[in-house]
């Protein structure tokens, strides 16, 4: 367990996987100040307008004062009563929206004393008698006031859009911060595809070389085999043929000399030899297919059907049979091994039949890039769980005495096929008749349709 954790935090995968949460928790903090920067921003706009709702609200006391002294008419002091009772509520207000800013609250409370001023000073004594003596004077005073109070306001806005300006910055900032944490996590999810994609091509040419490796290993070992095998067999040749001679001639000179049981065990021991050189001469043939095959050549195979028929002559007359060859194509191969091909699966066609006129139909077809060559026949046919075992060397469904064989037919024509870069196989079910498929490389680039 301790291990397992040791190699993930050892591995690539560990510090990948930190700074992608690392710049995700960044992510995530900056949008919530920005959130946050947003709202202080709004708050500082809102501050800004009730500041001017303020001072309009002064400027409507001030016209409906002056309007009063001006005209003695009482509905100039309407606008004035509303002014007067709404600012009491716009001053407290504007202190709790600067409480963050000592400066400004202070400075909220320098606007509100002036303007207390020029209520008790100067509106209140004028409302309450516009016609006195020195009327004019306290008016001049009032407007020293009121530009005091426009100075203060303007000192006021200054502080507020201080602020703005400042929370502006911040949201400046926190975006770049933002852009910069999505761009280097975009950057970080393609280098790490590339890196990913590139250690899976690494992997993938592991295996090939791998797999070649096994591949070339396989093939030494398969070579091997096929020598020992080609030499095995040619080397009993000679002392088997010795055994043959000498027991043919035992026979040929004592048969009839000695008991009858020993002209018995004089015969069993001539077909022994004799059954012993066809085995050993098959095996000799099946492992020529690879070391004594000649190199592919352009091959019409209507000429090799012809002359495997030639070979089978004689099995065709004693059979009656019936063959039919249909158009063939020009495929690329060992001329001599595909004549064996075909020779050996029309010899079982004819061998394999109990029929009076054996049917036998060779045709041929494109099948993909390659074609595709089949031998059909009506014989007993092979049930399906024989389909496979039949291609395997000195393997047979039926006694010596019911057909005769050795068993390297079927196992030489898929030696055959499978040099020749194709593959075969039989359709079939028992009583039947059977058809025996194989695909070959055709002559010119693509298989003719
Ligand atoms: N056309 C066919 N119809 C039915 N059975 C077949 C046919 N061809 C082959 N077989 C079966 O497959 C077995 C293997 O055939 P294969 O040609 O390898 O050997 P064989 O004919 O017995 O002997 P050999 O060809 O070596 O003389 C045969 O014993 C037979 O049972
Ligand atoms: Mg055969």
Excluded at 290 to 316: E, K, Y
Aim: glycine fraction near 8%; aromatic fraction near 6%; charge should be neutral.
């Amino acid at each position: 367990m301790m291990h397992r954790v040791r190699a993930f935090f050892a591995s690539s995968t560990f510090p990948l996987i930190g700074i992608v949460a690392s710049i995700l928790v960044v992510g995530i903090a900056s949008q919530l100040a920005r959130n946050q920067n947003q709202e202080n921003l709004i708050a500082w706009y809102n501050t800004r307008i009730d500041l001017q709702r303020t001072f309009v609200a002064i400027v409507d006391e001030e016209t409906g004062m002056r309007g009063y002294i001006a005209t003695r008419d009482r509905i100039f002091l309407q606008p004035y009563s509303e002014a007067a009772g709404r600012l009491d509520g716009y001053f407290a207000l504007l202190a709790a929206e600067s409480a963050g800013d000592t400066n400004l609250v202070a400075q909220v409370a320098v606007i509100r004393g002036l303007h207390g001023r020029w209520l008790v000073t100067v509106a209140a004594p004028l409302i309450a008698n516009p016609s006195r003596r020195n009327a004019h004077v306290i008016q001049l005073q009032g407007k020293i006031m009121l530009d005091a109070i426009r100075a203060a306001s303007h000192e006021y806005r200054l502080g507020i859009d201080a602020h703005v300006a400042d929370a502006l910055g911040r949201t400046r900032l926190i975006n770049v911060t933002a852009l910069v944490s999505i761009m280097t996590l975009v950057c970080l999810f393609w280098a790490a595809g590339r890196a990913s994609e590139r250690g899976r091509q690494a992997a993938e040419a592991t295996l090939l070389a791998e797999l070649a490796r096994r591949n070339a290993a396989l093939e030494r070992s398969n070579r091997l085999l096929e020598e020992f095998a080609y030499i095995a067999s040619h080397d009993l040749q000679e002392p088997l043929r010795t055994i043959s001679s000498f027991t043919e001639l035992l026979q040929k000179r004592y048969a009839g000399k000695f008991d009858a049981e020993a002209d018995g065990f004089i015969a069993q021991t001539v077909e022994g030899a004799r059954r012993m050189r066809q085995l050993i001469n098959d095996v000799l043939e099946y492992s020529r297919v690879t070391t004594h095959g000649r190199p592919f050549v352009p091959v019409d195979l209507s000429a090799v059907a012809d002359r495997a028929l030639a070979d089978l002559r004689g099995a065709i007359a004693e059979r009656s049979a019936h063959v039919r060859v249909g158009a063939m194509p020009e495929v690329l191969g060992d001329r001599t091994q595909l004549t064996q091909l075909l020779a050996n699966l029309i010899g079982n066609a004819l061998k394999y039949s109990r029929r009076e006129h054996p049917r036998i139909e060779i045709e041929a077809r494109a099948e993909g890039d390659m074609e595709l060559i089949s031998v059909r026949d009506d014989g007993i046919g092979v049930a399906p769980e024989d389909h496979e075992r039949i291609f395997g060397i000195f393997s047979r469904l039926h006694t010596r005495t019911e057909f005769p064989g050795t068993g390297i037919g079927l196992a030489l024509c898929r030696r055959i096929v499978e040099r020749h870069g194709g593959r075969i196989w039989v359709d079939s079910a028992e009583g039947e008749g059977a058809m025996f498929s194989f695909t070959l490389r055709p002559a010119a680039g693509g298989a003719a349709l």
